[in-house]
């Protein structure tokens, strides 16, 4: 890089140029000058071979622009000295007062900001000493990268473009990160038009058609568009959301909403589908917006469906009707939950399974994955089977308490009643059905010879879901005595690579004598349930044919 010579000076002052001191200037030797016009330098600024600069008038300062970057009808491109980025931002996740929330940074996986939201000791008693300095390494720099095209914006001030990257359109970005990790030719960062961003990192994500975020990570694969708006909210893998509101929200991969009048709020999701008008609230009047829940992975929620926080909602589970009194249907997964007109809930578990929807999600999920055909470096590490050891051990679980619930009697007005939910004996005792008929489909699947696994007289380990990671929990307790996010990573991949070996572990030690006794009948009931899900789906075509024969001109 070298400085510009008086004759330089001349020549991009008669192109409409100023600055405030030309010494601040650094060019490239090669650069061609005829592509900057219109340009106001305020301070530091070095630009590579091939750039184009045109049409800035606020000013460009504190910055490098990378070789063939394009800037062109810009408010202003700022950057402050020692400015961060949005690296390191506090994004206050799940209790909106600030007690979970999540450090931001490049390579952020959805596992680590579960840990750091759901376990905020581990964050204070073990990264306390390490956080500052690896936030500190992340800090992106202050530059336009090569490649990226940055045109008809507003301000743009302390915003990190990174590689590639497009910004077409914004209205203002501050305090941010855009990156791009993608093989070259197949960026996938993008910011649309109308965009307002502020403390945000986007990484191989997309902002579109007037998204707003504020504290935000947007991950890899991520589209925010079509006005959707959030603050202190996370989004990681293939996340879709458009036209609604996010607030607090940890959105785990897949997750969608489309609509209008949706409001995510203080909840943890994974693989969730949100109906138009779903809404929730954290906020009792009392001690301030402090209460939170989880939607376990795969719940959707129908069309003006209402929960109030907190709340633990069963994984693969669809929720109806409003529901306020603080529902637990983690122990039953696959299950409806229908809030009366108490707002009490009422479940009727496992008849999900039953849905041919649930196969077509498992089967949709890896063919939807916008991260694969860009040779991205996955940071979120992502299970997609809908039937696996957490899911099962549940529902093993779910079939004692079950048993125990069916020896009691009903109430006066014939329901049941746990921990605050309601279900009538009859939908119980389909449940146990359901839930032995799922259990031996997903032993056909995970055991092709039909033959249990030597139990080596050890307990079987809890598994547990975090961030869209099936792991065993010894893996997570490990993983909280790491001292850095490099650390745990480690341990999670390590925990994922070797996913099948420890499966087939749990599955040997997990099973009692009473499964073992009926291993032929293996075979048998996956092919009952396979017959139980075409019959659905049977029925579901003859609906819709005759809708259509309905609706026909």
């Known amino acids: 890089m070298k400085a510009l010579s008086q004759q330089e000076i001349q020549t991009l002052k008669s192109q409409g140029c100023s600055s405030s001191d030309w010494s601040d200037i650094k060019v490239s030797p090669e650069l061609d000058l005829d592509n900057i016009h219109n340009v106001r330098f305020s301070g530091p600024v070095e630009i590579h071979t091939g750039a184009v600069l045109r049409n800035i008038p606020g000013g460009i300062s504190g910055c490098q622009i990378k070789e063939n970057a394009v800037i062109e009808n810009v408010d202003s491109i700022v950057f402050d000295p020692e400015a961060p980025h949005g690296v390191g931002t506090l994004a206050a996740v799940l209790d909106e007062s600030g007690s979970r929330s999540v450090y931001i940074y490049p390579g952020l996986s959805s596992q680590i900001a579960t840990l750091m939201a759901r376990e905020p000791r581990w964050v204070q008693n073990q990264l306390e000493h390490h956080i500052r300095d690896f936030i500190d390494s992340k800090i992106t720099p202050p530059e336009i990268g090569e490649g990226a095209v940055v045109k008809n914006c507003g301000p743009i001030r302390n915003v990190s473009i990174g590689r590639e990257v497009t910004v077409d359109g914004a209205s203002r970005l501050e305090n941010g990160s855009l990156i791009n990790n993608a093989s070259p030719g197949k ?43 959030a603050h202190d909210s996370l989004f990681f893998s293939n996340c879709s959301l458009e036209n609604g509101e996010a607030h607090s929200v940890l959105a785990g991969p897949y997750t969608v909403s489309m609509h209008k009048g949706t409001l995510l709020i203080g909840c943890q999701t994974s693989f969730m589908n949100a109906g138009s008008s779903t809404n929730q609230s954290n906020h009792m009047y009392k001690l301030g917006p402090v209460h939170w829940g989880v939607l376990e992975r795969g719940v959707k929620t129908s069309s003006g469906s209402y929960l109030m926080l907190g709340a633990k909602v069963g ?91 069916l020896t009691r009697p009903a109430d006066d007005d014939l329901y049941m009643r746990y921990k605050g939910m309601k279900f009538t004996r009859a939908a119980l005792e389909r449940a146990k059905s359901l839930y032995t008929t799922a259990i031996f489909k997903y032993l056909s699947i995970t055991l092709p010879e039909g033959k249990f696994p030597e139990n080596d007289n050890v307990p079987a380990s809890k598994w547990v879901d975090l961030g869209g990671a099936i792991i065993p929990r010894e893996y997570l307790e490990k993983a909280l005595e790491s001292e850095n996010p490099v650390d745990t990573d480690s341990i999670l991949k390590e925990a994922m690579d070797n996913y099948n070996e420890l499966e087939l572990q749990w599955i040997g030690r997990r099973f009692n004598e009473w499964w073992r006794q009926r291993e032929e009948y293996i075979r048998f009931n996956a092919a009952k349930f396979d017959e139980m899900v075409e019959e659905d789906r049977q029925q579901y075509l003859q609906m819709l044919t005759r809708e259509n024969e309905m609706l026909a001109l």
């Not at 502020?198 to 707003?212: V, W």
């Open 187 to 229: 960026s996938f960062t993008f910011v649309g038009s109308g965009v307002e961003a502020e403390n945000f990192i986007l990484e191989d994500g997309r902002l579109e058609s007037k998204a707003m975020v504020t504290n935000c990570y947007v991950g890899q694969g991520a589209v925010l568009s079509h006005g959707f708006s």
């Open 315 to 405: 994984a693969f589970s669809l929720l109806m009707g409003s529901h306020k009194t603080h529902p637990d249907s983690s122990e039953f997964p696959f299950s409806y939950l229908f809030g009366d007109e108490r707002g009490a809930t009422v479940v009727v578990p496992a008849v999900m399974l039953r849905s041919c929807g649930l196969l077509r999600d498992e089967m949709k999920w890896p063919t939807r994955d916008r991260r694969l055909k860009r040779k991205l470096p996955l940071h979120d590490h992502i299970t997609f089977n809908v039937l696996n050891p957490f899911t099962v051990d549940t529902m093993l679980n779910a079939i004692s308490t079950i048993e125990d619930l």
